[in-house]
């Protein structure tokens, strides 16, 4: 387990990132409108989970599933030949987008949200039945989050991480930590648009 990080941790979601970026379509982007494209675009989507006890717990990914070109459904059935279902704490989900978008208002109703209430919900819902919430390492509560992976046409990658209260983080390459981007909540229209956030709308660095 990474020290000193309670949520989805930077150097999982390179791992994962190497993974999820060399399927078919996972960074196929139209150049001109840097829109996914019908047919050839695909997002991937895995489920984070940790898996052990208080003491000892791993982060561990689900084998990725194929979603459409601007969304994936991660699945919350999880399991572990090393571990039983008591041992297992879902904490989040990741996916790619294949033009490096923020995430999307579809994207934060994957879990419930309470956004604008200041600091990341802990995990306190069980999405397993039987499983004890939250999950705990040493006596730390770690919190529920998403994220999205994505390369850019000059090869950089971006990592974003967003939580039920709507926070949404970039890492930084050049600082080496997570900034925060803006507190957003989704907005009344589904799909692809994007959601309303306290301070507009959510800028990439420009790393």
């Known amino acids: 387990m990474p020290t ?24 196929t982007c139209d150049p001109s409108s840097q829109r996914p494209i019908v ?32 969304g994936c459904q991660p699945s919350s059935d999880v399991t572990d030949s090393e571990h039983s279902a008591e041992q297992i704490w879902i904490v989040g989900y990741i996916h790619n987008h294949p033009c490096g978008t923020p995430p999307s208002t579809l994207d934060l109703t994957v879990w419930p949200t309470d956004a ?35 390369e850019r046409t000059d090869g950089s990658r971006v990592f974003l991480r967003y939580f039920p209260t709507g926070e949404i983080e970039q890492w930084s390459q050049q600082e080496r930590r997570w900034r925060l981007l803006g507190t957003c909540i989704p907005t009344r229209t589904r799909y692809n648009s994007a ?13």
């Open 39 to 70: 047919g050839l675009s695909m997002e991937y989507c895995s489920t984070v989970y940790v898996a052990g006890t208080e003491d000892a717990l791993s982060w561990r990914v689900t084998k990725p599933l194929r979603g459409s070109y601007n």
């Open 195 to 207: 959601p309303l956030c306290r301070d507009g709308a959510v800028q990439l660095l420009a790393e």
């Open 116 to 150: 604008f209430a200041g600091k990341p919900a802990l995990a306190e819902f069980r999405m397993i039945p039987g499983n004890p919430a939250p999950a705990m390492f040493k006596g730390q509560a770690l919190l529920m989050a998403s994220a999205l992976v994505a």
């Open 4 to 27: 000193g990080d309670v949520t989805i941790p930077i150097d999982l979601l390179r791992d994962v990132a190497d993974a999820l970026l060399k399927l078919p379509g996972a960074k």
